[in-house]
């Protein structure tokens, strides 16, 4: 079995904390200052959360789906950039732009025009309905400019540049808490616009993101800076090749966030209380995923700039110490959310029984933590870091769709359970996909050079 010298121990933490450590800055303040958005419309009253909660599902799925499309990309900027080939790098990184805003525009004209036919899917409540609408309108208008941040987001990170994505986001998420305090309630003369205000908040806040990101890439001198005849230099072989791998991870995101939708579905037609409590728990346990996310990403960037320069046996040994590291942090992760979830809970103002039940599913995610953070390090950052998108593919929709949403929809929808035991139901999904992903990565089918 390979080890570790010193010097190479020393240089995969470099590598590590180099890229994970921005991500984790940006996941934590991006996870902390939505809860204290979450926070702000909770003043409304859980009408008003519920309204967000579900008009944000659209762009979940929006955002899974451009996440799905540039985490293949990635996989083809990590190689690239491990080969020092940066003409191919541009070319694919034009190539997911163009792909993405086709997407991002489909979602656009869904938002602007068809509102009430898709947000009628979840409210049973006019109020909730109507609430919902007025967001979606709103923040409908970014999506296109989201899609084009994801893209140089990804590109950035791939090339060791994680602090620029880190800063632009900094600075989005916080003029957007700030535009959320001054337009939800009114404050300092402002006027009062409730949700319309938070979704004018968003809509600002990425639209400043989005040109601090295209400022860095193609305006200052960057590694990344392409005239538009770069990026749109791809040919046809180059798109077939591109699908081949990307198209898998698209395909698993898209029906891993319709899986989640469908969740979500199922959450709300228990009640406002109970899809209250489900909005508020999601927000805070994304505060104590930070780490997983940072490493994983990271885990993602590494294997495929290894692979690039060719350097198989100390990718192999890099693994199993990500996979450790990783468990590790899940058993950390979830003891501090048992320690927290109390005083963090209590900044919040609900009712009692949302708050009990609030508590309850936060008391049972901790248990599952780790086995997610494995599924995610898997799924996203060593198999589709090794270039192996179908595999990722099989074990989420597997997982997800045989077992997962069979489960929640038969719990909610036929037999009606309490909101804390159709929650429970869902974890036997990530059992299930942990049997499926640990086999795949002792055999090491997963490693791939997608590059040439």
């Not at 902390?32 to 659209?58: C, F, K, P, W, Y």
């Not at 295209?214 to 200052?220: A, G, M, Q, S, T």
């Not at 489900?278 to 780490?291: E, G």
Request: with cysteine.
């Amino acid at each position: 079995m390979e080890k570790l010298t010193i010097d190479d121990s020393k240089r995969f933490y470099k590598m590590l904390l180099l890229i994970a450590v921005p991500i984790i800055v940006q996941n934590f303040l991006s996870s902390s200052l939505n809860m204290v958005d979450n926070l702000m419309i909770g003043g409304l009253g859980e009408t008003s959360i519920a309204a967000v909660g579900q008009a944000n599902q659209l762009f979940f799925l929006f955002q899974l789906m451009t996440f799905g499309l540039n985490s293949g990309g990635a996989i083809f900027f990590a190689q690239f950039h491990g080969s020092g080939d940066y003409r191919s790098f541009k070319k694919y990184m034009g190539m997911t732009m163009v792909i993405g805003g086709i997407i991002a525009t489909v979602f656009s004209v869904v938002a602007l025009f068809f509102p009430e036919q898709v947000m009628g899917l979840y409210a049973d409540d006019p109020v909730v309905l109507a609430q919902s609408v007025v967001y979606l309108r709103i923040v409908g208008f970014s999506y296109i400019l989201s899609n084009l941040s994801f893209s140089m987001i990804f590109a950035l990170r791939s090339t060791g540049q994680a602090f620029v994505p880190m800063v632009s986001s900094i600075v989005g998420l916080g003029l957007n808490t700030l535009l959320n305090y001054l337009l939800i309630h009114g404050n300092f003369g402002f006027p009062r616009l409730e949700v319309q205000g938070a979704a004018t908040a968003t809509l600002i806040s990425r639209i400043i993101e989005f040109g601090i990101l295209f400022y860095i890439v193609f305006i200052k001198k960057n590694m990344l800076n392409a005239k538009l005849v770069e990026l749109l230099s791809f040919k046809k072989p180059n798109i077939q090749k591109f699908l081949l791998v990307a198209a898998p991870v698209l395909l698993n995101e898209t029906l891993w966030s319709l899986g989640i939708i469908v969740y979500n579905y199922s959450y709300s037609k228990l009640g406002v209380s109970s899809f209250a409590a489900i909005q508020i728990q999601n927000t805070i346990t994304q505060l104590f995923y930070v780490f997983s996310f940072g490493i994983c990403n990271a885990a993602a960037i590494i294997i495929g700039n290894l692979i690039g320069k060719g350097e198989m046996a100390l990718l192999r040994v890099y693994a199993r110490k990500i996979i450790k590291l990783t468990f590790i942090i899940g058993l950390l992760t979830a003891l501090a959310l048992t320690m927290l979830k109390h005083p963090i809970l209590s900044l919040y103002r609900l009712e009692e029984t949302t708050r009990l039940t609030t508590f309850r599913l936060l008391t049972f995610i901790s248990f599952i933590i780790p086995v997610r953070f494995l599924n995610v390090l898997f799924v996203v950052g060593l198999f589709r870091g090794g270039g192996d998108t179908r595999y990722s593919l099989f074990a989420e929709t597997t997982s997800l769709w045989l077992v997962g949403v069979p489960m929640v929809t038969m719990a909610a929808l036929y037999f009606k359970l309490p909101v804390e035991t159709v929650f429970l139901m869902s974890f036997a999904e990530e059992l299930v996909k942990l049997m499926i992903c640990f086999p795949r990565y002792r055999s090491h089918k997963w490693i791939h050079r997608v590059v040439e």
